[in-house]
């Protein structure tokens, strides 16, 4: 440079020293200033970066922070003890030695092995990995070490860290990413109830695709299609089953297992041991699924058959009371479903089944209703499907006795409302005789009725 022009060169302005610039006083600038010589205080000047500071990604800077302490802390650990590499077994010595290998700058992803993937770590934040790691690593150290006197406040210290990530670790994972098995809580834990082997239920339901079965004339809501179906779902179970599912499955095998002749046990090599074994375990399996019920559930086929058949165990156990609340929440969800308004459809067996049901449930409300002194809970007047028909509906022998409960069913319920209701209290006495009478006419006919079935069936 000319040093003709170098008065025309504007000098480097000279920055405050440290201290002066903290105490906010001014500073002469000279080495050491006035001000820290008077004070006997160290003078400094740090001078400032020209321009602004770079601005970089948190992120990034984080992870380099975080990497440069784990080597930091590994490089700690090899030097407490040298000798330990090879010798440990959880692994951190494999983590120091690949930490070593790389540069303390290097992105995490260039220092990353599999020893750092370990299956402990699994699912945990990159802060929360990194903290276990230097945890372990101080506990190793000190642990491998007793010789070198380290200070208390340091093993309190990843004493207390350790015991933050264990209570972190303690936590119950969600629900969306817990690993456990939900198969028993979905089944409600059915499948550890005892139920007959799967051959005999093979055999059972083989027997009723060649022979037509009893229990297909006696619960004619029954088919044989879904029975086999709701049979899979329990005993070869590939996913969680519904309780309604267990109940069908337990009360259609004591209909079979009942219905079996003499020949047929042979045949299906069924003592009688072990017949009156299965028939002592099933109907306990339907009352335990029947008190895991929820409160509230789906107006659902599936719900209503299964209520529908409970019911009928109840009341040939003569459970009055269980078999009530059974038969009313399944009116109540026959109606929800619109069960009392389906019209007939020819040669739409679903919906046949679907009235049938209905029917049969409006059969044992009325019955009950009347034996315990309580309204029905499906009304007359708000039926609107037709009336069951045989062979329209129902082709079998007792299928016309079975048309003739539905009629037993509505006099039943006449009977309630008549003469035993509160509005018939408050009735006189000629109304109520009279009523008896109407009633009693309606008996006579529906005998007449059953006595033409039994006559036709001879």
Not at 109 to 122: C, G, N, P, V, Y
Request: hydrophobic content about 35%.
């Amino acid at each position: 440079m000319d040093p003709d022009n170098q008065g025309s060169i504007r000098p480097m302005r000279q920055p405050a020293c440290d201290v002066c610039r903290k105490r906010k006083v001014r500073c002469d600038k000279l080495s050491p200033c006035s001000s820290c010589k008077a004070s006997d205080l160290p003078c400094r000047t740090t001078r400032a970066t020209s321009g602004r500071r770079p601005r970089s990604q948190l992120a990034t800077r984080h992870e380099k922070t975080l990497a440069d302490l784990q080597y930091k802390v590994e490089q700690l650990s090899k030097s407490l003890h040298p000798h330990s590499e090879g010798t440990n077994g959880i692994g951190t010595a494999e983590r120091a030695s690949s930490a070593v290998a790389e540069p303390p700058n290097a992105p995490p992803s260039r220092q990353s092995s599999t020893a750092d993937r370990d299956t402990s770590f699994e699912g945990d934040s990159s802060f929360m990995t990194h903290s276990k790691q230097a945890t372990q690593a101080f506990k190793a150290s000190l642990a491998s070490t007793p010789q070198i006197n380290v200070d208390d406040a340091l093993s309190d210290a990843v004493a207390n860290l350790q015991k933050a990530l264990d209570s972190t670790d303690a936590q119950p994972l969600s629900p969306s990413h817990s690993t456990k098995s939900t198969y028993d809580d979905e089944s409600h834990g059915l499948s550890a109830l005892p139920m007959p082997p799967s051959n005999v239920v093979l055999k059972l339901l083989k027997r009723a695709k060649v022979e037509r079965q009893r229990i297909f004339d006696e619960v004619p809501a029954l088919d044989l299609t879904s029975m086999i179906s709701h049979c899979q779902k329990v005993f070869f179970a590939t996913e969680p089953y519904s309780i309604a599912t267990f109940i069908i499955v337990n009360v259609s095998l004591i209909l079979l297992l009942r219905g079996l002749s003499e020949r047929a046990k042979k045949e299906s090599q069924i003592c009688h041991s072990d017949l009156v074994k299965y028939l002592a375990v099933l109907p306990k399996n339907v009352d335990c699924a029947v008190k895991k019920l929820p409160l509230v559930s789906a107006h659902s086929m599936e719900n209503i058959t299964a209520l529908h058949l409970a019911c009928s165990l109840a009341i040939e156990s003569s459970i009055q009371a269980s078999a009530w609340n059974l038969i009313s929440t399944a009116a109540r969800m026959a109606l929800s479903a619109g069960l009392h308004r389906l019209a007939r459809k020819p040669g739409d067996n679903e919906q046949r089944l679907k009235r049938i049901t209905f029917w049969s449930i409006y059969a044992m409300d009325r019955s009950l209703a009347l034996t315990l002194g309580r309204a029905p809970n499906i009304q007359d007047y708000d039926i609107k499907t037709d009336r069951l028909a045989c062979p329209v509906d129902i082709d079998s022998p007792i299928g016309p006795m079975l048309v003739s409960w539905v009629d037993v069913g509505e006099l039943q319920g006449q009977t309630y409302h008549q003469l035993y209701s509160a509005h018939a209290q408050t009735q006189a006495p000629e109304t109520k005789a009279k009523a008896a009478l109407q009633l009693a006419r309606r008996c006579l006919e529906i005998q007449r009725n059953f006595q033409s079935v039994g006559n036709g069936s001879e």
